[in-house]
């Protein structure tokens, strides 16, 4: 650590130009530690096999059901719109006990909140439908593998 001390004479007007650089280097060796001491804890992770991407095309069958959700939010199945979810579970319902049970084709709006798609889908779920998939348009160029 370097000091400046007064000299003997009383000339007080000589100032020290040199940059003391001690408290820098001890900031730096605290985050060299701190980044030492954090960055395993955020590498690790649980070891997991993610779902490989791929494109299905649809295979349309009368019996599958399309439910459409809107910017708004708004619910239909097929050209109909629905009140309300309650609505939705109780047709959802009626269908379910067919054999065999149809499929559930949800397609969304590019806009239309999460949540309202979200409400569809424990919809299908409250009524004991098995297949629920989601309508997407394929991406421009056609289906990549």
Not at 83 to 95: A, C, F, G, Y
Not at 99 to 108: A, K
Request: proline share 8%; net charge negative; hydrophobic share 40%.
């Amino acid at each position: 650590m370097s000091m400046n001390v007064a000299s003997e004479d009383g000339d007080d007007e000589e100032m020290n130009s040199a940059i003391n650089t001690t408290p820098l280097v001890d900031v730096m060796l605290v985050l060299l530690i701190i980044f030492m001491i954090t960055i395993p804890v955020v590498t690790q992770s649980i070891k997991l096999e993610l779902p490989k991407e791929r494109n299905v095309p649809t295979q349309t069958k009368p019996e599958n059901i399309v439910i459409a959700v809107n910017r708004d939010g708004e619910v239909h199945w097929g050209m109909e719109r629905l009140p309300d979810i309650e609505t939705l579970v109780t047709r959802l319902k009626t269908v379910s006990v067919k054999e065999p049970q149809p499929e559930v084709h949800i397609r969304g709006d590019s806009e239309v909140k999460y949540e309202s798609v979200g409400r569809v889908v424990v919809a299908c779920q409250r009524a004991g439908i098995l297949k629920v998939g989601f309508i997407t348009e394929p991406p421009p160029g056609g289906i990549t593998r």
